[in-house]
């Protein structure tokens, strides 16, 4: 444990430790005796003392369960090789985020709700969609968008999270690089 923990480095906060000792506690029937075995516990350690700001949000994926033949149901694809391209705009009226699908070759135009997503949900995104959750959305229906895009969806996050389009988003709302790479064009 001594070549992973860093030096000057508080492993846990007292706050940290009683939050993963409830989980541990609530969860106890669903989990079984090597859970939490050394080597669990290193990978833990490992991620917690990682350099990145990231962190893993897979469990709380809002898109497990989607159905991503959800656009092929409404004959938004000639074929599944469609290059289409999602965009971001801004209603004059509301100020609330506009996500649409565009296809490319056949030239059609879907507006993606978070009632397309999940049917309990809205019609409306609000005023800002985090970065990591767009790219979220472009990957799950196979869609690309462009850099500028990109940095539309992250100016208007920042001001409406830090208060400035300039300020520097949080690593935990950004798509990873690879993200970015895969879906932009």
């Not at 290193?42 to 991503?68: G, Y």
């Not at 609330?96 to 978070?114: D, M, Q, R, S, Y």
């Amino acid at each position: 444990m001594s070549n992973i923990q860093k030096p000057n480095f508080s492993l846990l906060t007292q706050k940290e430790v009683d939050t993963l000792v409830a989980f541990l506690n609530n969860n106890r029937e669903a989990m079984n005796s090597d859970v939490m075995n050394q080597n669990s516990i290193d990978k833990l350690i490992n991620l917690i003392t990682n350099d990145s700001d990231r962190i893993v949000l897979d469990l709380f994926d809002p898109f497990a369960r989607i159905d991503q033949d959800v656009l092929e149901a409404s004959d938004f694809y000639l074929d599944k090789n469609d290059v289409c391209e999602i965009c971001f705009s801004v209603d004059d009226t509301t100020d609330f985020v506009i996500l649409t699908a565009h296809n490319t070759v056949t030239g059609k135009t879907i507006e993606i709700t978070p009632k397309l997503i999940n049917k309990s949900d809205t019609q409306d995104w609000g005023y800002f969609i985090p970065p990591v959750f767009f790219n979220r959305v472009a990957k799950v229906f196979n869609m690309k968008y462009t850099i500028e895009t990109h940095n539309t969806v992250c100016d208007r996050f920042a001001k409406y999270i830090y208060g400035s389009e300039k300020h520097k988003i949080a690593e935990i709302y950004l798509p990873t690089n690879a993200d970015l790479i895969e879906r932009t064009f």
